[in-house]
């Protein structure tokens, strides 16, 4: 019995490929080439699949909203995000929105495949190489300093930031100062924003 694979790519060049590639497997059956979440999410329904594949970054539904819907809506079918993104807080975020694989683009051919496997039996493949760097990255913040932090990046005064907190507004900048160097970040909305990439706020 074949493996059915649904395939979410808004590279037309990535989606032919990865389905060439796919073909040329004996125990598997590509049954959808969607260019965006909607347009897979609405082929699952009729389709069967077992598999879907998905990128991240895509117009309109990004992989992780689709996984997530795709859990709420089709939760037989397993979920593998394949990315250019290595990096940790991607990989949280995917693993919290339900996907049981997330591998990189420029994985061979074969580890896909043997993925795809694997997933469709009821395991869980991930990148041993993201896997290491996901969860050997200590997070550097303190909770005050996270707090703070995540009031900066939605836009909140520092006067704003210490009434919200009961702080002075010294005492804020003090955080700031110290979660942008921990950062290495430019600024306040610079260092939310990659603290939240990581998965961090």
């Known amino acids: 019995m074949s493996i059915r694979i649904a395939i979410a790519e808004d590279q037309a060049l990535v989606l032919g490929a990865l389905s060439a590639l796919l073909e040329l497997e004996h125990d598997m059956n590509v049954v959808c080439q969607a260019k965006t979440g ?3 999410l609405a082929a699952l329904g009729s389709l069967g699949a077992d598999v879907l594949l998905t990128d991240i970054e895509m117009p309109g539904m990004s992989g992780l909203e689709l996984a997530a819907a795709v859990r709420r809506e089709h939760p037989a ?34 580890e896909l495949a043997n993925a795809i496997r694997l997933v469709h039996a009821g395991g869980r493949a991930v990148a041993p190489e993201l896997a290491v760097a996901a969860w050997g990255e200590e997070d ?35 955080y700031l100062s110290e979660a942008i160097g921990k950062l290495g970040a430019a600024n306040r909305i610079d260092a939310a924003r990659i603290a939240r990439r990581k998965g961090w706020l």
Do not use: C, M
């Open 38 to 40: 909607a347009e897979a």
């Open 77 to 110: 079918v397993r979920v593998i995000i394949v990315t250019t993104f290595g990096r940790a807080g991607y990989l949280r975020r995917a693993l919290d929105a339900g996907v049981s694989g997330y591998l990189l683009k420029d994985a061979p051919a074969s």
């Open 140 to 174: 550097p913040l303190s909770e005050r300093e996270r707090q703070v932090l995540k009031l900066a990046g939605e836009g909140r005064s520092g006067a704003e930031i210490a009434a919200a907190l009961h702080l002075s507004e010294g005492t804020v900048r003090n």
